[in-house]
Each structure stands twice: as structure tokens, then as C-alpha cells.
């Protein structure tokens, strides 16, 4: 009995809050510290952070960040765009200008902090040698 009370101790232990971690990511400051940036330059994850010296080298946010900006941006645009033209009829090339420059800042401000958040999902769920190498 008491074995099985220890692995559940350390497994508790083990385990990482995932919302505090994933608005640490989305911030781009450490998920383990949240005081480190995790970012070095606008998408290039640092290999460990400044502050605590937690290994971020493990990540494999590849190409995740990218199709949740697509998702995002794309279910906030779409409905705007079909309700302005519907409502406003604006003249063509102005809701063109209007609704590029939306969606590209909208995209540039959202893929770093989306790629930071996907950084610490994997961190909290000890996920690609985020675990304990013990």
C-alpha cells in the first residue's frame, strides 16, 4: 500500500498546471518560471530560459502555431467581411485594404503568442523529453 500511495505522490508531483502554463506561453515568458522570455526573436524559441535555465530545446511547435493563426484569424475574418459587405457595402477596394490589414496584423500579433502557448502545452503535459530524464 504505501508503494502504490508513493508513485501516486510522485506522480502528483510530476504533474504540470496546464492554464497557468499556456498563459505564460501565450504572454511568451517561460512556462516554467514566467519571468524568462521564451522567445529570442519574434519565433525563434530560446534553447533555455534566462531566468530558471529550464532545457526549452525539446519543443516541436513546427507547424501548429501557423494553422491556429489560420483557424483563428480565419473564423474572426470571414463573418466580419460577410457581415460589412452585407450591411455597408463599402466600395470594393476599400474593404479589400480595410480587411488585409486586419487580417495580416491580426496574424502577426497572434503567431508568436500562439507559438509560445503551443511551447508550453507541450512543457505541461511533458511532452518531447519535457519530462523528468531521472
Known amino acids: 500500500m504505501s508503494d502504490n500511495t508513493a508513485e501516486i505522490v510522485e506522480t502528483a508531483e510530476q504533474e504540470r498546471a496546464l492554464w497557468p502554463a499556456l498563459r505564460k506561453g501565450f504572454r511568451r515568458k517561460c512556462p516554467n518560471c514566467g519571468s524568462g522570455p521564451l522567445l529570442k526573436s519574434y519565433l525563434k524559441v530560446r534553447d533555455s530560459c534566462t531566468v530558471c535555465r529550464q532545457d526549452l530545446s525539446h519543443h516541436r511547435a513546427d507547424d501548429g502555431p501557423a494553422y491556429l493563426t489560420i483557424l483563428i484569424v480565419g473564423h474572426l475574418i470571414a463573418p466580419l467581411l460577410h457581415i460589412t459587405f452585407v450591411q455597408f457595402r463599402p466600395d470594393p477596394l476599400v474593404l479589400f485594404t480595410i480587411f488585409a490589414i486586419g487580417c495580416v496584423s491580426l496574424s502577426l500579433y ?12 507541450q512543457w505541461a503535459r511533458q511532452m518531447h523529453g519535457f519530462g523528468n530524464e531521472a
Open 110 to 121: 497572434l503567431l508568436p503568442r500562439l507559438k509560445g502557448a503551443v511551447v508550453a502545452f
